[in-house]
């Protein structure tokens, strides 16, 4: 690694997913620095037969392949590999595409806020330096910038973005503490993972990067998954709300919260009542009336406001990793037999 990297050693595993992309992992394994203990390519069914491919041609003594005999999704790949770093005593945990738009250079950067202590998830940004964002097709760059603002209400985590990156790198205490049996095995899975994070307060940080875009094709349509998309996040939204500011924890924002959706709502349907009556007699509103319904609006839409700049601060600001066992009971159990899982159609 680069001298920046803390001299204290620390296990790297490196968790490569395979679906669809022959023509570049072995140039991505090749990529990879020395100093990276276990490379974990995980095969998702994958008609080319990537994982038999990369056994093959590759001779690399770090790299093990692991064969999904029914496809589970980028997510499903991902949690696989994170189960055998973990089961391996790996300390950190990166992922990478093996598609080559990720550049294994980058590795040290992403790990360093682990090993020094100050993050427990890092994740790429590519919209963080102004002159990169050219490169990136206009569809992505717009659907994107959609997802990430969608991303930022219902993950909680208001200061990261790009949240469809898929370069990251996690402390493996963190990632044993994952509920893997409930996260996103498909394309919301980079979503769904922060959302998770979310729930055990970890500390998520950006690293600036500059994705590369080549021959290679990407399996995730923005137009395809927008809807589905919206009503994930809304979900995981109503349930961030519950966990955060009514089971674990009542604060002023909770109060904040009810009070201003309360106030809220009543303005909105005592006017709209008030509005049709107006219209089904032909008579004017009485200006009391009017305010009776425009007070509420107004101060419950203050009392949402500071329940939002509160949300907005509570970003989690302490790494949880330290204070995690290191290996729970939870993340012991093996997940279940591919075969036996309720899986999706292959993407």
């Known amino acids: ?18 679906y669809k992309v022959r023509a570049h992992i072995l140039g991505v394994i090749a990529k990879i620095a020395p100093e990276v203990e276990r490379i974990y390519v995980v095969d998702d069914c994958c008609p080319d037969s990537s994982g038999t491919f990369v056994e093959s041609h590759c001779d690399d003594a770090r790299v093990r392949v692991v064969l999904h005999t029914v496809n589970q999704g980028v997510g499903g790949a991902v949690m696989t590999g994170y189960e055998a770093a973990i089961a391996d005593g790996a300390d950190v945990i990166v992922k990478v595409d093996g598609d080559g738009q990720m550049d294994p250079a980058l590795l040290p950067q992403f790990i360093l806020p682990i090993v020094e202590g100050w993050a427990d998830y890092t994740k790429g940004n590519r919209f963080y330096d102004l002159t990169h964002i050219t490169h990136m097709p206009a569809m992505r760059l717009i659907g994107n910038a959609g997802l990430s603002i969608m991303t930022k209400i219902s993950t909680g985590y208001w200061t990261i973005f790009d949240p469809t990156n898929g370069y990251t790198a996690i402390n493996a ?100 009542v008030h509005w049709i009556s107006a219209l089904a007699t032909a008579t004017p509103t009485p200006l009391g009336t009017i305010m009776l319904s425009a007070l509420p609006v107004l101060i419950g839409l203050q009392f949402l406001l500071g329940f939002l700049n509160f949300d907005v601060a509570n970003v989690p600001s302490r790494p949880i990793s330290p204070f995690l066992p290191l290996r729970p009971r939870a993340a012991r159990e093996p997940l279940k037999a591919e075969n036996e899982a309720q899986l999706d159609p292959i993407e």
């Open 173 to 272: 205490r963190t990632a044993a503490h994952l509920p893997f049996d409930r996260i996103s095995k498909r394309y919301f899975f980079e979503t769904d993972m922060l959302f998770r994070l979310n729930t055990l307060r970890a500390v998520v940080a950006d690293i600036p990067m500059d994705a590369v875009y080549g021959d290679e094709k990407s399996n995730l349509k923005i137009g395809q998954v927008l809807f589905e998309f919206m009503g994930k996040h809304a979900k995981n939204l109503a349930k961030r709300i519950f966990y955060n500011y009514f089971l674990r924890d009542m604060t002023a924002a909770t109060f904040e919260l009810i009070v201003g959706v309360v106030l809220f709502v009543f303005g909105v349907c005592f006017g709209i």
């Open 1 to 18: 690694m680069t001298s920046s990297t803390p001299s204290k050693p620390h296990s790297i595993a490196v968790v490569i997913p395979s």
